[in-house]
């Protein structure tokens, strides 16, 4: 499953009561030159399943999911698609509606800090807007993000989970329902860190359960099954840690050492008392493997 946002505008009236989204495969420049856009490519490589964030009028108004592969048709024939090319590539789409919709601005100073530089193309300008662009492919983690604000993890944790699932055996419900707590920081993966980690962050070493929470090293959205409940891709650490290093504004060395990025200024460290907390507590090789991911993510050194 992928994820992807598009913007619509005049074509929304024709979405909503036909069921597909179209874009040209090229258009022709004012010098007769053909153009090919990367935001009318992703419609082709959309697939079955896959998860489309709808916005008009600034507002995630609702979302389409994926009936069909991406497959070519000449331009619809409605007045809205006038402008465009004869060919271009359609998708056919099940309409979710929201019961309130996403404001732009709700969300986009958290989507350009976390999750922006791995959008393609970038959906924010430096000026918070959104870009002139169609459709754009989203990380798994940003759509997971995204589906929180519109309240339809639900509708998405079935479908990850089964293509999270290694073996050919059926998932138990016991199983998915050990997952859907993991990816909230709950049951058996919490009580696991919290014996891994002796009831401590790992980190400050703060004791009080109220206050840390049990953090995938690898998000939830971006694993398989087994490293959705793996201990090892886990760290207890206290809830303001625990914000940092999921936003990659911190992460740790193989050897446990505290990283921070340079987005975090010396007044922002002295107040977050990342100069007292400098290593983890001892990690695994299997820990080390996974915080080896967080920092290529992170384009930590």
Same mark, same amino acid.
């Given at each position: 499953?992928?994820?992807?946002?598009?913007?619509?505008?005049?074509?929304?009236?024709?979405?909503?009561?036909?069921?597909?989204?179209?874009?040209?495969?090229?258009?022709?420049?004012?010098?007769?030159?053909?153009?090919?856009?990367?935001?009318?490519?992703?419609?082709?490589?959309?697939?079955?399943?896959?998860?489309?964030?709808?916005?008009?009028?600034?507002?995630?108004?609702?979302?389409?999911?994926?009936?069909?592969?991406?497959?070519?048709?000449?331009?619809?024939?409605?007045?809205?698609?006038?402008?465009?090319?004869?060919?271009? +590539?359609?998708?056919?789409?099940?309409?979710?509606?929201?019961?309130?919709?996403?404001?732009?601005?709700?969300?986009?100073?958290?989507?350009?800090?976390?999750?922006?530089?791995?959008?393609?193309?970038?959906?924010? +300008?430096?000026?918070?807007?959104?870009?002139?662009?169609?459709?754009?492919?989203?990380?798994?983690?940003?759509?997971?993000?995204?589906?929180?604000?519109?309240?339809?993890?639900?509708?998405?944790?079935? @479908?990850?989970?089964? @293509?999270? +699932?290694?073996?050919?055996?059926?998932?138990?419900?016991?199983?998915?329902?050990?997952?859907?707590?993991?990816?909230?920081?709950?049951?058996?993966?919490?009580?696991?860190?919290?014996?891994?980690?002796?009831?401590?962050?790992?980190?400050?070493?703060?004791?009080?359960?109220?206050?840390?929470?049990?953090?995938?090293?690898?998000?939830? @959205?971006?694993?398989?099954?087994?490293?959705?409940?793996?201990?090892? +891709?886990?760290?207890?650490?206290?809830?303001?840690?625990?914000?940092?290093?999921?936003?990659?504004?911190?992460?740790?060395?193989?050897?446990?050492?505290?990283?921070?990025?340079?987005?975090?200024?010396?007044?922002?460290?002295?107040?977050?008392?990342?100069?007292?907390?400098?290593?983890?507590?001892?990690?695994?090789?299997?820990?080390?493997?996974?915080?080896?991911?967080?920092?290529?993510?992170?384009?930590?050194?």
């Amino acid at each position: 499953m992928e994820f992807y946002w598009v913007n619509i505008g005049g074509t929304y009236k024709t979405v909503l009561d036909q069921y597909f989204l179209w874009a040209p495969i090229s258009s022709i420049s004012s010098i007769g030159n053909e153009v090919t856009r990367l935001y009318w490519d992703n419609v082709a490589n959309v697939k079955q399943g896959d998860v489309i964030f709808c916005a008009y009028n600034q507002c995630i108004g609702f979302l389409a999911l994926a009936q069909t592969d991406a497959y070519q048709q000449s331009k619809p024939g409605n007045s809205a698609f006038e402008q465009w090319d004869e060919m271009g +590539n359609r998708v056919d789409v099940e309409i979710i509606p929201l019961d309130r919709k996403i404001p732009r601005d709700e969300i986009s100073q958290e989507f350009i800090t976390r999750f922006d530089d791995r959008t393609t193309p970038s959906l924010f +300008n430096n000026r918070g807007t959104l870009n002139q662009i169609y459709m754009s492919h989203l990380p798994a983690d940003a759509g997971m993000f995204l589906l929180e604000a519109t309240k339809q993890t639900k509708l998405i944790d079935e @479908a990850l989970i089964d @293509a999270g +699932n290694r073996s050919s055996k059926n998932i138990t419900k016991t199983t998915r329902e050990m997952l859907i707590q993991a990816r909230l920081g709950q049951g058996k993966f919490r009580q696991d860190l919290i014996t891994r980690w002796e009831g401590r962050c790992a980190l400050t070493g703060l004791q009080n359960l109220n206050l840390v929470i049990a953090s995938h090293i690898v998000p939830w @959205a971006l694993c398989d099954n087994e490293e959705r409940l793996d201990v090892n +891709n886990g760290l207890l650490l206290a809830a303001h840690i625990d914000r940092l290093f999921d936003q990659g504004l911190i992460s740790f060395s193989n050897l446990g050492e505290l990283q921070i990025a340079s987005k975090l200024n010396a007044e922002d460290r002295d107040i977050l008392g990342l100069n007292r907390y400098t290593k983890l507590r001892p990690l695994t090789s299997a820990n080390q493997s996974y915080l080896t991911k967080h920092r290529l993510r992170y384009n930590f050194a």
